[in-house]
């Protein structure tokens, strides 16, 4: 919290002040992966689509969790982050993790 004092440390954020949730996919300590989140953006991403929102956030575990064993790790869940499908590196065929393709 920026600029707290014992008395307002659990005080709300105030407006104006970023708030980001951080995604990092670490191999062996070092990143392969690094996404950044503005919460606000998510709020309003899940007031627009709740259910949608909850299956992308969970297809961030699941990509990884399924590239895991794969040739091309990090190629493998980029690509599966982009359009929820993992295959093996360099592969054009693969299984679809989810249904809901390119998020837009």
Not at 1 to 20: E, H, N, Q
Not at 48 to 74: I, M, N, T, Y
Request: charge should be negative.
């Amino acid at each position: 919290m920026p600029d707290v004092g014992l008395f307002s440390a659990s005080d709300p954020v105030p407006d104006g002040t970023a708030v980001i949730i951080r995604y990092s996919v670490e191999v062996g300590g070092l990143p392969v992966y690094n996404e950044s989140y503005d919460v606000d953006t998510l709020i309003a991403e899940l007031a627009q689509d709740e259910a949608k929102a909850l299956q992308l956030w969970a297809r961030r575990l699941k990509c990884v969790a399924a590239a895991r064993h794969r040739p091309g790790f990090s190629a493998a869940v980029t690509r599966c982050l982009t359009d929820g499908v993992v295959a093996d590196c360099g592969s054009t065929s693969g299984v679809a993790l989810d249904s809901l393709g390119h998020p837009s």
